[in-house]
Nanobody, 128 residues
Framework: QVQLVESGGGLVQAGGSLRLSCAAS????????MGWFRQAPGKEREFVAA????????YYADSVKGRFTISRDNAKNTVSLQMNSLKPEDTAVYYC?????????????????????WGQGTQVTVSS
């Protein structure tokens, strides 16, 4: 059983920054590929960023590339998403996800159906 708890969401003006964090339970967190997804009102959940369990490989959606950075601290069982140059279209509920199936040190997951545990989400609102 894995529990994921996101934090760090809030209201920010366009051009501003936020840092989301996801705290995970589970003794083998360091072996889980992790990802961030988001869902805006009336839209489907979409991929944002992913990181391999080693941290050596990251992958981003084109819409956030160059603005967002995903990272992890396996000693603290956390994964973070640094979001810079935020735009109103980044407004959404952001979800942290974990894949507890076997993965190589450099595998990343970009599809929601590849993840088996999800957090409850944190709201990010970017005002224009």
């Amino acid at each position: 059983q894995v529990q994921l708890v996101e934090s760090g969401g809030g209201l920010v003006q366009a051009g501003g920054s936020l840092r989301l964090s996801c705290a995970a339970s589970g003794r083998t967190f360091s072996r889980y590929p992790m990802g961030w997804f988001r869902q805006a009102p009336g839209k489907e959940r979409e991929f944002v960023a992913a990181i391999s369990w080693s941290g050596a490989k990251t992958y981003y959606a084109d819409s956030v590339k160059g603005r967002f950075t995903i990272s992890r601290d396996n000693a603290k069982n956390t994964v973070s998403l640094q979001m810079n140059s935020l735009k109103p279209e980044d407004t959404a509920v952001y979800y942290c996800a974990a894949d507890t199936t076997w993965a190589s040190p450099v595998e990343v997951r970009s599809s929601s159906n590849e993840y088996d545990y999800w957090g409850q989400g944190t709201q990010v609102t970017v005002s224009s």
